[in-house]
Every structure is written in C-alpha cells, then in structure tokens.
C-alpha cells in the first residue's frame, strides 16, 4: 500500500505520468526510485508517457477507489489514441501488455518503433491551461491532449504549445510541471505558424481530442471499406473499384500543403507506397494514427461528420439483406435480396447497385444510400423474372386493361402493351467479370537488367510480415487435430516461405520479431503443449498409464519437473471426469 498519502486523483485527461509525477512531489521523496517502489512495487520502472505498463500494480497498490487499470488505461494514457487503428485482437494484447510488468514488446505491437513519426518524451503544456488550472485546482498538470502526434495547438485556447526549456529532469526522473511560472523557463515547441496552418492544425487537435473522448473506441483498422463510398462520391474510384492515387495524393498535398504535411511527419514521397496508398488499399498493416485522421479530415472535414456519415454504413448500399421491388411477388418489399453487385459509373464515379432476387427480378439504382427510405428506391429494371411473366400473364388472361396491369406490377404502360403477348426468357445476370491478367503478364518485360536496384522499404516490409507471422503461429496453434510441432523461427520462416528474412535481417524487423518472440517455445513449453494433445488424444480411456501418455506425447527420459507436473494435471483431469461421469451414470 502506498505510504502517506493514496495516489492523487487525476484530473480531467490528466496523464498517468503527471498523476505520478505529484505524489513524487507531495511525499518529498528524494529519488525516483523511491517513488516507483511506493507506487509500483519495485524501483526497476521507467515510467512512459504514453503507453505505460504495471497497470494492474497501480490499481492494486493504489487506495483510490473505483479506479481499475482498465480505467487508467482509457482515461490516462494513449491507448485510446492508437487501439481504434489497430486489428480488435492486437488492441486486446495491447491492453493485456499495459496490465502487466512486462511492457517491452508494447511499442513494437502498436507498430510506433517502426513509424516515421517521432515519439517525441518532451512534455508540452498550454500556458493558458496552466493559469487556468493553477486557479481551479491549486497546480498544474500535463494534460495528455498536449503530448499526443499532431497536437501543436491548444484545442480550448487555440495557443501554441510550450514546452520546459530549464530546469530538464535527468532520463530516470520525473519531470514535474512547477507550481510557479518563476520556477522553470520555457518555449514554443514551434516558432510561428502561418494562418491557414493554425485553422488546420486545430481541426485535428479537436479531432484526436473527439477521438480519445469516445465511451465505445470505433473499429478503424479497416478503413477503406469505411471510406470508400465517400472517395468514390469525390470521384477517386474507378469502375473496378481502383483507387486513383495520382488524383487523390494531389488534392490531399494541396488542401493540407507540402510545408504542413513535411510538419505532421506525413510527407508523400513514393506514391507506391506512401502512407496514403497503403491507408486506401486492402488492410495489411497498420498505419499511424495521425496520418489516417489527415485522410478522414480530408475526406470528411472533421471527425465527427465522418462518424455521423459511417454509422451503420458497411458500404455504398449497407448491410443486406436488401428489400425485392417486384411487386408481382408475394414478398414485395421484403428484404430478402441477399445478391447485390456494385459498379461504378462511367460518368459520375458513383456506386451503382444490381439487387438480384431469387424470384428472377433484379433492379438497380445509384449509391450511395443516404437515408433507410433510400432502400426501397429503384432505378432501372434489369430482369423481370418469372414471377413478374406469371402475373402478366395472369392479368392479361382476366382481361385487365394495360394501365390497370401496369398499376399492379410497379411498370408503365408501355412496358405491359411490351411484353404482354411475348414469352419473357431472359438470361440470369452474372456478377460482373474482372480483368484477366494473363495478357498482362504475358508481355515481355521492359526492365533493363543495368537499371539500378529498388530501395527496400523496411518498414512496409516488417508491418506487412508481422501478420504473416502471427496468422502462421495461430494457424499452428489452432489445429488440434495434428501432432503439435515447436513453433521456431525455421519452422515460421518455411511456412510463409520467408525463413531468410528472419534469419539475415532480424535487426530490420522490429516488430515481427517481436510479435514471433511471443509465439516461440521453449523445450518445456513444448512439451506441456504435446502433454495436453496426448491427454486429449487418449480420452476415453481410464485408467490414463503414464507410461503411455509419455510414448504418444514423445517424450524422452529426463523431462522437465514442469512437465511432470503438466502430466499429474493431465491424469488428475482425467480421474476427475471419469469419476464425474460414473457418478450421473
């Protein structure tokens, strides 16, 4: 438990680290060290500002009453800044990481010692929110809106950011933020900032603050499929649902400008592969978070409005199933469509939907839906189906006059004196076919064999292999019916077929070595795994002979006391089921 005092309460968006940095004031300890023993249980801590781990210890060792570590963690650190843009799973192995005493691998997770963004550990502060809460609550404290990527700007008073000049803490110290103007120096993180800079650069302050504020974090990994009904309304889509890169890189580089993108660390060097094509293509890797709220400002202008447009919205028509408009079939209006296939329109760009039932009726109409009446809008006819034919039919055979018919079945007049004595065959409507890329590939290659070589992207190239590794290591782990293998770098490196990349340039790989560092096994580890397969394997069985258990799980003389324990367990289990099982027999 915490000597003297209980841990301060934090204050609205207070950091962690500020938190921890005024009970070092208010106890007077003389050392840190002293500070991270009363706080964490051990002085070995380096506390972070930003994603900071022994979670679990602070609420533990803490008095403070209704404060978890999952509170901490949502309120107090920069775990809401980075989670929506990363894959659920990782976001949870995120938070797990946060809770315990390990945080080596946090960064490398998230994907930050890889980015070309700075993590900068200089504190920013706002001189008008100093003032003001030295007023309020009798001291300062560093706000965690300040020290987020992007932030230059006080969202509340519109003022550069400051930063401590002198006195500075030493690397294992805490920086304190001083009660008193008199007692510190500091500066402008950065000198002047043009007009149009400071309107742009207070948007994406008001919109990291709207995003860290959220009570449920949106599901942002996947964004294209969230954008891509807007790019293609602005036109950036083609009928194949190609992204036009050129045009959209320009347009972005002029509503932001080169000089403020250069700023943001998001410059677009190679549009191949810049940030912006990766943000609009199929999701493989995960891009920072600032760079992804410049595309949705953008797109969007403003956060907000970009939530307000993708709630509900999985595409240019939603979420089926879609409604049938043949109003000759019993299920008029219903939704039970479950084919809808998206084009695009040669002259506008916009999605155009063919809703295809499964009475033969098929219609379509231009996206993107706006509202849920748009639903049960219908464009053009594309097949009438059977259904449709039997009613004409029908009606004819009763002697309806053509405008009373057409009034039934949804059409024109036109249309019924059309078809009213013609068999209506029509053939079934195929989704559309995409491109061959035979003819492509059959084409010499142009490439000289002096030009010179392409520098490697070691960034792309270790986001994009992480996956990799963790789909293979699941992958292994998953299957339960094979004979477990050890998962090794050998064995990983075979399976996606990229062994000499992890073997020769581990050094350029942050975090797929680091995500495959929580997959390899030891000897034992293995072991147990293979104990419990066996165990699995021979249930039914009683009794469970150890001897036996040892030969199927394959294992030699001299084994571990861990799993000796593991077969015990593996045994006792099985006891306790047969046991169960003849007691409610």
Not at 413 to 421: F, G, L, P, S
């Amino acid at each position: 438990m915490i000597r003297g005092d209980v841990l301060p309460i934090p204050y609205p968006d207070e950091l962690l680290y500020s938190v921890i940095a005024r009970y070092h004031l208010r106890t007077n300890n003389e050392s840190p060290k002293w500070t991270f023993k009363e706080i964490y249980g051990t002085e070995n801590v380096i506390p972070t500002i930003d994603l900071p781990s022994h979670l679990e210890a602070v609420a533990r060792r803490s008095e403070l009453q209704g404060m978890s570590a999952d509170d901490w963690i949502d309120r107090h650190t920069f775990f809401p800044y980075y989670a929506p843009f990363l894959p659920k799973e990782r976001a949870n192995h995120l938070r797990t990481f946060m809770k315990s005493s390990d945080g080596s691998g946090i960064h490398a997770l998230v994907g930050i010692t890889a980015s070309t963004i700075d993590r900068t550990n200089r504190l920013r502060f706002c001189p008008s929110c100093y003032e003001q809460d030295t007023q309020r609550y009798g001291e300062p404290y560093w706000h965690r809106i300040h020290q987020f990527p992007g932030v230059y700007l006080c969202h509340v008073h519109q003022r550069i950011l400051h930063e401590i000049t002198a006195p500075l803490s030493d690397r294992h110290g805490l920086t304190v933020l001083p009660i008193s103007r008199h007692m510190f120096r500091s500066a402008t993180i950065i000198e002047s900032l043009p007009d149009k800079f400071i309107d742009r650069l207070l948007g994406i302050a008001v919109d990291i603050q709207m995003l860290v504020q959220l009570d449920e974090l949106p599901a942002l990994y996947d964004l294209r499929q969230k954008i891509l009904p807007r790019l293609a309304e602005q036109g950036y889509v083609t009928a194949g649902e190609h992204i036009r890169q050129q045009k959209l890189e320009e347009q972005l580089v002029r509503f932001y400008s080169p000089e403020l993108l250069e700023l943001l660390e998001s410059n677009l060097t190679d549009r191949d592969y810049s940030w912006l094509a990766l943000s609009t293509r199929k999701v493989r890797w995960a891009i920072h978070p600032l760079r992804k709220q410049l595309l949705i400002r953008y797109l969007y202008g403003s956060f907000g409005d970009f939530l307000n447009c993708a709630k509900d919205n999985d595409g240019p028509f939603g979420i089926g199933p879609w409604p049938c408009l043949n109003k000759a079939a019993e299920h008029y209006e219903e939704l039970v469509v479950m084919q809808c296939n998206i084009t695009r329109c040669s002259d506008t760009g916009r999605p155009v939907g063919t809703f295809i039932c499964s009475c033969g009726f098929s219609y379509s109409r231009r996206g993107p839906d706006c509202s849920e009446e748009d639903k049960f809008h219908r464009g053009r006819i594309k097949s009438f189906g059977s259904v449709w034919a039997g009613k004409l039919a029908q009606c004819i055979q009763e002697g309806l006059s053509y405008r009373a018919v057409a009034k039934i079945l949804g059409v024109d007049t036109n249309t019924v004196i059309k078809y009213a004595h013609t068999n209506l065959v029509e053939p079934a409507i195929q989704p559309p076919k995409m491109k061959s890329n035979k003819a492509r590939s059959a084409l010499p290659s142009t490439v000289s064999r002096n030009a010179p070589k392409k520098r490697v992207d070691w960034e792309k190239r270790d986001l994009e292999l992480s996956w990799e590794v963790e789909s293979a290591c699941k992958s292994i782990l998953a299957d339960l019916n094979s004979k477990p293998v050890r998962i090794s770098v050998a064995l990983i490196g075979n399976r996606i077929d990229k062994l000499s990349w992890l073997e020769k340039h581990g050094d350029k790989l942050p975090v797929t070595m680091s995500i495959l560092a929580n997959y390899l096994e030891t000897v034992s580890q293995f072991q147990k795994r293979r104990v419990r397969w066996a165990a699995k394997e021979m249930a039914g069985e009683w009794p469970v002979k150890r001897w036996k258990l040892e030969k199927l799980a394959g294992l030699r003389p001299n084994y571990s006391q861990e799993v000796s324990d593991e077969i015990d367990r593996c045994i006792g289990q099985s006891r306790y089921i047969h046991t169960s099982t003849e007691g409610t027999s």
